[in-house]
């Protein structure tokens, strides 16, 4: 199975997908995602090598050469990681249950490459899947976290654009991500357009709430990805709402595909000061929030929580003009 896998070539995101195919943490930076896959496969081969006995010895005085190969092709930290595993009943057990869904999801696919579909399925956009530039965790800029976000919303390589994935259940998930810095002090403004409303195949089993939905706003970094539905996350989303801790309210005016939401942030002494505005215009103060609520640190960050929508930010990156400037009664 390693054979047809190139650990080393995959992306962040597809080494995320290899691994939830295989029950394993999807979490941590590309090195710790590639090393932990390439255990797994490791494990998968040795199992595999258990069941042919006869691949692992030589035959009729021919030495077998299997061993030289896999340790030109494989580094020696893997070596000991694939010997270790073979210890291990539990680890085997696991690689078992891992491998035995990887050859479910692949005999799948085949059926469905060899079987016309009863129905036509409208045509799933993805992302373009881009590295992610050198020395990302010392820049400046501002941007989307891919590190701090749902692992059902791509974004894109810069972090200024990014789309949850639609096909099957992900159509019924929300998915939230967070910046890569917060505000302490002073004040802050950001804007979110919604790019499009994503098409969705399964739209009649959807059951209650909106199919398409974009919330923006702040949150504490320790918060959830749920925007509005903790106590220190605020959020103002399309259906006019704000929220927070999840207690709804009327606050705004309606916005969707196209618009665009800007989001300000001033801290006073004491507090910390939320408005949000639609295409420029101000929709007022949206909360109003003692600073000490937030503990030692009260910083801020910008978030955002979709379904179904693609959307893009404006952080002010290479020196952005706003899409619609602040428009706030009384600011400077």
């Known amino acids: 199975m390693s054979d047809s896998l190139d650990v080393s070539k995959l992306?962040?995101?597809?080494?995320?997908?290899?691994?939830?195919?295989?029950?394993?943490?999807?979490?941590?930076?590309?090195?710790?995602?590639?090393?932990?896959?390439?255990?797994?496969?490791?494990?998968?081969?040795?199992?595999?090598?258990?069941?042919?006995?006869?691949?692992?010895?030589?035959?009729?005085?021919?030495?077998?050469r299997s061993g030289d190969v896999d340790s030109r092709q494989r580094p020696e930290s893997d070596l000991k990681r694939r010997h270790s595993s073979s210890r291990s009943p539990r680890r085997r057990s696991r690689s078992r249950s891992r491998d035995r869904d990887y050859d479910r999801e692949r005999d799948r696919d085949r059926d469905s490459r060899r079987s016309p579909r009863r129905r036509s399925r409208s045509p799933v956009n993805r992302t373009k899947v881009c590295e992610e530039p050198d020395g990302w965790e010392r820049s400046e800029l501002v941007f989307l976290d891919s590190y701090n976000c749902d692992l059902n919303l791509m974004v894109d390589a810069d972090g200024f654009f990014a789309r949850p994935q639609t096909d099957g259940g992900f159509?019924?998930?929300?998915?939230?991500?967070?910046?890569?810095?917060?505000?302490?002090?002073?004040?802050?403004?950001?804007?979110?357009?919604?790019?499009?409303?994503?098409?969705?195949?399964?739209?009649?089993?959807?059951?209650?709430?909106?199919?398409?939905?974009?919330?923006?706003?702040?949150s504490t970094e320790n918060s959830e990805f749920a925007l509005g539905e903790e106590p220190q996350s605020y959020g103002f989303g399309g259906t006019g709402k704000k929220s927070c801790n999840n207690k709804f309210s009327d606050y705004g005016c309606t916005f969707g595909e196209g618009d665009v939401v800007g989001a300000f942030l001033e801290y006073t002494d004491s507090e910390a000061v939320l408005r949000f505005s639609v295409n420029g215009v101000d929709q007022g103060e949206c909360f109003r929030v003692e600073k000490s609520t937030f503990g030692?640190?009260?910083?801020?960050f910008p978030h955002v929580y979709v379904k179904n929508v693609e959307f893009s930010v404006n952080f002010g990156q290479n020196d952005q003009d706003p899409w619609f400037p602040p428009n706030i009664p009384g600011g400077k």
């Not at 030692?296 to 801020?300: F, M």
Request: contains cysteine; positive net charge; hydrophobic residues 40%.
């Open 296 to 300: 030692s640190r009260p910083a801020l």
């Open 171 to 218: 159509s019924m998930m929300w998915a939230g991500v967070r910046s890569n810095y917060g505000l302490l002090r002073g004040r802050a403004f950001f804007e979110v357009r919604l790019v499009r409303n994503l098409s969705v195949d399964n739209l009649d089993v959807a059951v209650g709430g909106a199919t398409h939905v974009m919330r923006v706003g702040w």
């Open 11 to 64: 992306k962040i995101p597809e080494l995320r997908v290899e691994l939830a195919k295989r029950g394993l943490d999807t979490y941590g930076t590309r090195q710790v995602l590639v090393d932990r896959l390439s255990e797994a496969l490791s494990a998968s081969e040795q199992k595999s090598n258990e069941k042919n006995p006869a691949n692992l010895g030589p035959e009729n005085g021919c030495p077998n």
